[in-house]
């Protein structure tokens, strides 16, 4: 095998870790695509560490490693699905390791994300489900849309423009809070807890914490761990933007 080979293998392996792992996948997912991928291309043994903040991979043949860090995390399952799809096909023989990096290549650039007001719809949605599911009043469906609406909008505005961690979630609930607050006082709404409850519920780190808790029962102790705090200073940055407008109005 030449170094070239070597070469591709490793990068196609790194690259195809890193989109997973960027867009939400849990470690075991990653650690069975990577492998496959590696075996498949005539590596025996791959030697393969993956963190939440970074992958490391060798081959034992050439000894020497190379990493790839991991910058940022986001939730897009569509292009978790669309590598271990391509994984598949590099097994099943349907496409050479060189098609496998190129189309890795282009899926980490081109596959769309969905639009904001798109996300903005299924927040809303999914907050007014949730407060009827939760015993709520249909009076408060539109204090729970708009509450959800804008603490949504900030939330998703402060990631993506200011990029600051947990801020997003302390002002959005926040936000969510005071206008729930403002909607039962102007008698919008009837119920402040069950509009709080309902609004906040697009915010709640959900995927985080269930892939914390399956890295941990898969033996990835260090990402489970590292997944697990990183929820719960979503969820107490969360609490303390509610608290704050409870304590306060």
Known sequence: MTLQRYDLIIETVLLAGKIMIEN?????????????IARNSGIEQP?????????????????????????????DLEKVSLVNQNSRAYQAGKITLKELHDNLIKLNISTP????????????????TLLLMYGGKWQDLLATAIASGLGYSCYYFINNHLRIRFVSEFLGSFLIGL??????RYSWGYEVNMITIGGVMPLV?????????????????LSGSARALEAFLSACAI???????????
């Open 47 to 75: 030697k393969i560490f993956e963190t939440t903040t970074g992958i490391l991979m060798s081959i034992p043949e050439k000894r020497s490693s190379q990493v790839e860090p991991i910058q940022k995390r986001t939730i």
């Open 113 to 128: 994300f969905f639009s904001f007001w798109l996300q903005l719809l299924a927040a809303v949605v999914v907050s007014c």
């Open 179 to 184: 206008t729930a607050v403002l909607a039962v």
């Open 239 to 249: 609490a303390m933007g509610i608290a704050f407008v409870f304590r306060f109005m």
């Open 24 to 36: 939400g996948a849990d470690m075991a997912r990653v650690d069975d695509t990577l492998k496959r």
């Open 205 to 221: 780190p959900g995927v985080p914490i269930t892939n914390a808790v399956r890295d941990i029962f898969a033996g990835h102790l």
